[in-house]
Each structure stands twice: as structure tokens, then as C-alpha cells.
């Protein structure tokens, strides 16, 4: 089994920054797979805003390029999402996952809500 537990999230204003953490534990090697950050807000799909590779390379939405860094600490088998410049149409709930194999998991999500 593989936990993920996602913090950081919070009410903030219009340009405000966060970061949001996600802490993976269980039986996973954590440094070998890549981890996804996802958002949801409300009545609309889910989207895949960032990726970060086992090698570190990074991938990104169109809408979050420039303002969302994502970063991986292998030691303290957590990534990061660094979003800066929030703005109002970011509001959702943030949510990381990990694919092992066949095999989905998700954390329970944080909320970022920004206010204008």
C-alpha cells in the first residue's frame, strides 16, 4: 500500500504564492516513479497541471507555465508545488498521484482557494 498525504493549501489573495507538499510512505520506492500534481475545481474535469520524472525533468499544463514549479526531495520522499502569482481561476482542489504499474493512487487533496 502507498499513502499520499498533500499540504499547503489555503485561502489566499490574488498574486499570492504557495507551495503545497505531497508525502508519499508505504511500500513504495519512492525515488523511481514519477508523481503528478492534479487540480479539480468545481464542475470541471480534473487536469494534470504538473509531472515531475524519476530524473527529475518536469512537465507542465499550458495555463500553469511560468507561475507552477514542481520539485521532487527523494530523501524525504515528498514533491513540491510551487505556485506563484495565483489567481482567482486556480481555485481547486490539488490532489497528487503516483502510478505503480497498473495501480492508482491518490492522496486525499488540499484546497487553494484565491480570493480577487
Known amino acids: 500500500q502507498v499513502q499520499l498525504v498533500e499540504s499547503g493549501g489555503g485561502l489566499v489573495q490574488f498574486g499570492e504564492s504557495l507551495r503545497l507538499s505531497c508525502a508519499a510512505s508505504g511500500s513504495i520506492t519512492f525515488s523511481i516513479y514519477s508523481i503528478n500534481w492534479y487540480r479539480q475545481a468545481p464542475g470541471k474535469q480534473r487536469e494534470l497541471v504538473a509531472t515531475?520524472?524519476?530524473?527529475?525533468?518536469?512537465n507542465y499544463a499550458d495555463s500553469v507555465k511560468g507561475r507552477f514549479a514542481i520539485s521532487r526531495d527523494n530523501a524525504k520522499n515528498t514533491v513540491y508545488l510551487q505556485i506563484n502569482s495565483l489567481k482567482p481561476e486556480d481555485t481547486a482542489v490539488y490532489s497528487c498521484?503516483?502510478?505503480?504499474?497498473?495501480?492508482?493512487?491518490w492522496g486525499q487533496g488540499t484546497q487553494v482557494t484565491v480570493s480577487s
Open positions: 515531475v520524472t524519476k530524473y527529475g525533468s518536469t
Open positions: 498521484n503516483v502510478a505503480l504499474g497498473t495501480l492508482n493512487y
